[in-house]
């Protein structure tokens, strides 16, 4: 496993090791050992989550403010354009953002600790996403802020108008959303 720092050193990016033959490949997705040896982190998953989106489906960009969670976010079929924001007060990152593309092809998988806003673009026809999460969803601590917030301006890399569920199309504008200290 290699870990990629990013621009916003609390978010890892991690290239698994990959043994591939004429049979096909074999990676551990996940291991608490080397996890914690190479990234630091000492941390317990509680839940994954499992997701299938269509091509140009926009999620995000969501976090829950009431038991925040940390997600170790991978694309088990098609392509993605992950993205996290910091959304900490008193972090010097505090508003910007990184984006990545996370798919079952490169297998990388992306850690975003707690306090960060999440969300993704799928690029391929369909996508599958699993996340791995440090906190049970908690539904009074759901928040939202727009996608397209231009005090944010993320690049997505859109082709076309995003795919948008009512509750991303409501998103709070970052300047109002519920922030962390």
């Known amino acids: 496993m ?17 043994f591939q033959d004429d049979r096909g490949f074999f990676f551990e997705s996940y291991n608490h050992q080397k996890f914690t ?11 994954d989550n499992h997701s299938l989106s269509k ?11 009431i038991q925040p969670q940390g997600k170790l976010v991978r694309t ?8 996290a924001v910091d ?36 690029f391929s026809e369909v996508a599958e996403v699993l996340y791995k ?6 539904p009074q601590g759901d928040r939202c802020i727009l996608w397209n917030d ?7 890399h859109l082709v076309t108008s995003p795919i948008l569920s009512g509750k991303d199309k409501a998103g709070k504008a970052f300047k109002d959303a519920d922030l962390f200290l």
């Open 2 to 18: 290699n870990i990629i720092p990013t621009e916003i050193p609390d978010i890892l990016l991690i290239e698994p090791q990959i």
């Open 37 to 47: 040896d190479k990234t630091g982190i000492n941390l317990n998953f509680v839940q």
């Open 55 to 65: 091509q140009n489906v926009l999620r995000g960009l969501h976090y829950q403010i």
């Open 76 to 83: 088990v079929v098609g392509s993605i354009f992950d993205v």
């Open 87 to 122: 959304i900490r007060k008193s972090s010097p990152t505090f508003g910007l953002w990184v984006g990545y593309e996370l798919s079952a092809e490169n297998k990388c998988q992306l850690w975003i600790p707690p306090g960060f806003a999440h969300g993704f673009l799928v």
């Open 133 to 138: 999460t440090t906190e049970y969803y908690n």
């Open 150 to 156: 231009p005090d944010l301006a993320i690049d997505w």
